[in-house]
C-alpha cells in the first residue's frame, strides 16, 4: 500500500490547491497522522501559502520547513547547473523523514513557474517515481470543448505510462458548470475502465483575488475603510479614466477601481456607489501614483461611522498598477475561511472519496480526534440535508457560519430578522447569501397561523389569544414554532439571547419526548484522541434520581447517535459501596432506574471520576465492572459540579467542548454560548441536523 498521493497540475493557475484541500479534509476524518509534503515551496511574505493552509486549518506536526523539499529559487540553481540527480535525492531524503513520522502523506506538486510546462509536468512525474506514490493530475477545463478534454487525458495517461509513473485518477477542474455532467460522462465512458476522472465546475470566488490578497501583494498602504472589507474578492478591474457619470455606466458588482489618488470625484462616487442600492457593491478602490486624496476628503472619508469599502494607496502608475493586478492570481489561505469552505464544497460534491480510499487503500484507525470527529458531523448532516432555522440573523458570527454552510451544502438555512436590516449587514460583511430566505416574524403571514397553535397550546396556562399572537412576534418563539409545525426541522439559537429564552420556548410547545421526564444537555468532549460525553452541563441544577437516570438514558442515545460506544459512569464522590449520604443515595438509586429501564445499556455507579477513567485505578476499585476504567459518558450529580468540570477540563486538557447538545426534545432545538465562535455555530448546526435526522 502506497504511504503517499502526488496531486499536480498540467499547466499553471490548474486549481491544485482546490484538490489537495479536499483529500486533506478526507483523510483528516479517518484516524491516520497525515502529513504534507510540497518538493518545491513557493515563499511569499508570510511563506508559502498552501503550506500555511493545511499547517494551520489540520494542526499539523513539525516546522513549515519539515513539509518542503527546497525552495523555487534553489530548485532554479539546481537545474542551471545541471543537478537535477542531485536535487531529486535531496527531496527524496527530506520526504523519507517526514513519511517516517506519518500514516499518510499528500505532496502538492509545482506551480509551474520555474522553466517550461513540458520540463514541470517531466519533473513531477518523476518526483512522483521517486517517492514511490501514485499520481492525481489536475487537468485545467475552462474553454475547452469535450473532444479536446478527451484528448488532453489521453495523452496525460500516455505521458504518465512512458515515464513508468502511477496514475491513481484524473481531475478536470474549471469546466462549465453547465457542460460539467456531460463532460464528465464522456470522459467516465473513456478511461472509467483504468481509473477514475472526476469534473470540477468553475467557481468564480476561487479564481478571483480579495483586496486583501492585492494589498499585500503590491505592499499597498490601506487610509480607509474596515480591515474586514479586505476580505471581499475581486470579479473585475475598472480603471477610472472617465469623467464621473460616465464612469459610474461601467460599475459592476465586485468592481476594483483604480484612480489616480487625486480623483476625489472617483473616489467620493465609488463610495455612493457602494451604498446605494441603484448601483452594485464595489471590492474596493485602489489610488495610484502616491497621490492621496484632498485633506477635505481624507477628512470626510474619517468622519464615516462605518464603511466597508477598503481605500487603498499605492506608489506605481495607473497603468503599471492595473498590469501587476492583473497578473495576480487568487491564492487559498487560512485566512479566507470563505475561499477554504467554497473549495471544501465543491470537491466533496464532486470527488467520489470513497474511489480515492478505495484505490489508496487507507484503512481506519480506532483513534478519533477533535478534526476528525467535526469531518464526521459535516459529513453526516450532508448524507441527508434538513432545514435549519437560526433567528439571530443580525449577527455577524451567525452570517459567517451560515455562508460556510452554504458553502458546504451543510444544511438549508432559514434566518429571522427584518430582511433589510440582515441584507444591509450581509452586503457590509462582503457574504454571498441570497440563497438563503430572511423571515421577519413580526410581518410574517405565518405570524397569525403561528399565534392559533400557540393557543390552543397555552390556553390552558391562561394564555389570551392577543398575548399568543404578540409572543409569536419575538424570533424564539417563531422559530420554535417553525419547528414544531414543520416548516424547519431544527433550530440553533443562543448568540445573542440567554439559555432560557432560546429552550423556554421549545418547553412550552415542542415538549419531552415520550418516556422522559426531562430536557437535558450534554457536551461532547474532545479529546487528543477519544470523544467524551459530559452530561448534565447546562439545563438542570439539581435532578432528582429519576430526572437524573432519564440524563444518563437521553446521554446514551446521543453517545450513540455520534458513533460513540456508551459506557455510562453515574459520577459522584464515592465510588461502589463505600460512600453514605443523601447525594450518595440518590446517585445509587438513579443508576439502578437506569438498569431497570434500559437493561441493554451498560452503566456504573455511583463512581468517582479518577475511578471511571482511569484503568489502574479501577482495578483497585471496581476490579469487575465493565465500565469503570473505559467509562465515554460521565453523568454528573448536579449542574455546579458539571459546569465546572467541563470547564477545567476544557481548559486544563486542552479539550474541544461542543455543546451545549440538548436532548429529550421531541424536535432538536440546540442552545449556543453567547461567546460561541463561527466554528462553534457550524458544528451545532450540523448536529442538530444529525439530531433532526434520526426522528
Excluded: W
Amino acid at each position: 500500500m502506497p504511504k503517499g498521493l502526488y496531486i499536480t497540475g498540467t499547466v499553471p493557475r490548474s486549481g491544485k490547491s482546490v484538490v489537495v484541500l479536499g483529500i486533506m479534509e478526507m483523510l483528516s476524518g479517518h484516524g491516520r497522522k497525515t502529513g504534507f509534503f510540497r518538493p518545491v515551496s513557493y515563499p511569499g511574505e508570510n511563506g508559502d501559502s498552501l503550506i500555511r493552509l493545511l499547517s494551520t486549518r489540520y494542526a499539523i506536526e513539525g516546522s513549515a520547513d519539515e513539509m518542503y523539499g527546497r525552495s523555487l529559487e534553489e530548485v532554479r540553481k539546481f537545474i542551471a547547473e545541471e543537478r537535477l540527480n542531485e536535487l531529486y535525492s535531496y527531496i527524496l531524503e527530506k520526504y523519507k523523514k517526514l513519511e517516517s513520522r506519518c500514516d499518510f502523506v499528500v505532496c502538492a506538486g509545482t506551480d509551474f513557474t520555474a522553466v517550461t510546462n513540458v520540463f514541470e509536468f517531466k519533473f513531477n512525474i518523476e518526483m512522483a517515481n521517486h517517492l514511490g506514490i501514485p499520481l492525481v493530475p489536475i487537468v485545467k477545463g475552462d474553454g475547452r470543448g469535450i473532444r479536446d478534454i478527451v484528448e488532453s487525458v489521453s495523452e496525460l495517461e500516455k505521458s504518465i505510462k512512458d515515464k513508468n509513473g502511477e496514475l491513481l485518477a484524473v481531475v478536470v477542474n474549471r469546466v462549465s458548470a453547465k457542460e460539467r455532467d456531460k463532460i464528465e460522462a464522456e470522459l467516465r465512458q473513456e478511461f472509467m475502465s483504468t481509473f477514475p476522472v472526476y469534473a470540477l465546475p468553475d467557481h468564480t470566488l476561487l479564481n478571483k483575488p480579495t483586496v486583501g490578497e492585492i494589498a499585500r501583494r503590491l505592499k499597498a498602504e490601506l487610509i480607509s475603510g474596515d480591515v474586514e472589507g479586505l476580505d471581499r474578492e475581486i470579479s473585475n478591474y475598472k480603471v477610472a479614466a472617465m469623467e464621473l457619470p460616465n464612469f459610474l455606466e461601467h460599475v459592476e458588482d465586485g468592481s476594483l477601481i483604480i484612480t489616480p489618488g487625486d480623483r476625489s470625484d472617483i473616489i467620493l462616487g465609488s463610495i455612493l456607489a457602494d451604498v446605494s442600492q441603484s448601483y452594485p457593491p464595489i471590492a474596493g478602490i485602489i489610488l495610484t501614483g502616491n497621490l492621496k486624496p484632498a485633506s477635505p476628503i481624507v477628512r470626510l472619508l474619517s468622519g464615516l461611522r462605518r464603511s466597508p469599502v477598503p481605500i487603498l494607496s499605492i506608489p506605481t502608475d495607473t497603468f503599471t498598477t492595473a498590469m501587476n493586478i492583473n497578473a495576480i492570481e487568487g491564492t487559498m489561505a487560512p485566512e479566507n475561511k470563505r475561499k477554504t469552505a467554497a473549495a471544501l464544497g465543491i470537491v466533496e460534491a464532486y470527488i467520489n472519496f470513497g474511489e480515492i480510499e478505495q484505490r489508496i487503500a487507507v484503512s481506519h484507525s480506532s483513534r478519533i480526534t477533535p478534526l476528525m470527529f467535526e469531518y464526521e458531523l459535516i459529513q453526516r448532516a450532508k448524507k441527508e440535508r434538513k432545514h435549519m432555522v437560526l433567528p439571530e440573523a443580525t449577527d455577524e458570527r451567525i452570517l459567517r457560519a451560515c455562508e460556510i454552510l452554504v458553502l458546504r451544502n451543510v444544511a438549508d438555512i432559514t434566518l429571522l430578522g427584518n430582511p433589510d436590516e440582515v441584507g444591509q449587514k450581509i452586503t457590509d460583511l462582503g457574504l454571498s447569501l441570497s440563497q438563503i430566505p430572511v423571515i421577519d416574524s413580526a410581518t410574517s403571514e405565518l405570524r397569525k397561523t403561528f399565534a392559533d397553535t400557540y393557543y390552543e397550546l397555552r390556553k390552558h396556562k391562561g394564555i389570551s389569544y392577543q398575548m399568543a399572537f404578540d409572543i409569536m412576534a419575538d424570533v424564539s418563539y417563531f422559530g420554535t414554532m417553525m419547528v414544531h409545525i414543520g416548516h424547519a426541522d431544527g433550530m440553533v439559537s443562543g448568540a445573542l439571547h440567554t439559555t432560557q429564552q432560546t429552550i423556554r420556548p421549545a418547553f412550552e410547545t415542542i415538549k419531552t419526548k415520550p418516556g422522559c421526564s426531562i430536557v437535558s444537555s450534554v457536551f461532547l468532549m474532545c479529546f487528543a484522541d477519544q470523544i467524551f460525553v459530559f452530561g448534565d452541563c447546562a439545563v438542570n441544577p439539581k435532578p432528582t434520581a429519576r430526572q437524573l437516570a432519564d440524563i444518563a438514558i437521553s446521554s446514551a442515545e446521543t453517545a450513540k447517535m455520534f458513533s460513540i460506544e456508551p459506557l455510562i459512569a453515574m459520577l459522584s464522590y464515592s465510588t461502589g459501596e463505600s460512600g453514605k449520604g443523601e447525594e450518595v443515595e440518590r446517585v445509587r438509586e438513579a443508576t439502578a432506574i437506569v438498569r431497570k429501564l434500559r437493561p441493554d445499556l451498560q452503566v456504573e455507579g455511583p463512581i468517582q471520576y479518577d475511578a471511571a477513567v482511569d484503568a489502574s485505578v479501577a482495578r483497585t476499585k471496581m476490579p469487575d465492572s465493565k465500565v469503570a476504567g473505559k467509562a465515554t459518558v460521565f453523568i454528573f450529580p448536579d449542574l455546579n459540579t458539571g459546569n465546572n468540570t467541563y470547564k477545567a477540563v476544557q481548559r486544563s486538557a486542552n479539550a474541544v467542548a461542543i455543546g451545549p447538545v440538548l436532548q429529550g426534545l421531541n424536535k432538536p432545538v440546540n442552545d449556543l454560548s453567547r461567546g460561541c465562535t463561527v466554528a462553534d455555530i457550524v458544528n451545532t448546526v450540523a448536529i442538530t441536523a444529525i439530531q433532526a435526522q434520526s426522528i
